[in-house]
């Protein structure tokens, strides 16, 4: 099996992750061009009006909730691949993490941008996944309901498929 070539394990499915035994496999880009390509996810932690508050007043107990979350969701964008199997390393040559207090919750936004040879968008879900995460660990003492919800990709760009956006 090792001496096979990509193209002999390849899927008789059509799925471009499944070989035609029916298992998974990280699928070679190396022959892909490298063009630039961004990708924009967002999503939303609701949480109570106690966490709210405490929020806007800058009274959470475990300090500056809001940043915590921005730097976990930068940093969680350059640990993609060690977190979902099948993602490729890819260089990451720019991240936005923006988080804005609604009056039900946190909104998230992150946007991620690479020149590299394959798309960038779960880079951008985990960046929104794991900053919702921190953020509902650094309000949990005043809200233990927290939900993460709504966690989607908004847009991308770049890549033989093309650009769109929600």
Not at 44 to 56: C, D, N
Not at 116 to 145: C, F, N, P, Q, Y
């Amino acid at each position: 099996m090792a001496d096979q070539t990509p193209a002999d394990r390849g899927s008789t499915s059509g799925l471009t992750h499944v070989r035609s035994d029916g298992t998974a496999h990280m699928v070679d880009v190396s022959a892909k061009q490298v063009t630039a390509r961004q990708a924009s996810a967002r999503g939303r932690v609701l949480l109570s009006g106690a966490a709210i508050a405490a929020l806007r007043s800058g009274a959470v107990p475990k300090g500056d909730a809001l940043a915590v979350a921005r730097l976990a969701g930068i940093q969680a964008v350059k640990r993609t691949p060690e977190l979902i199997p099948l993602a490729h390393p890819i260089a990451v040559h720019g991240v936005e993490v923006d988080v804005e207090v609604a009056d039900d919750g946190v909104d998230i936004e992150a946007t991620v941008r690479t020149a590299d040879r394959t798309g960038i968008e779960m880079e951008a879900l985990t960046a929104v996944s794991v900053a919702a995460l921190a953020l509902i660990d650094m309000v949990k003492a005043v809200d233990k309901h927290g939900r993460i919800t709504d966690v989607r990709v908004t847009a991308k760009s770049g890549g033989r498929s093309g650009d769109w956006h929600e």
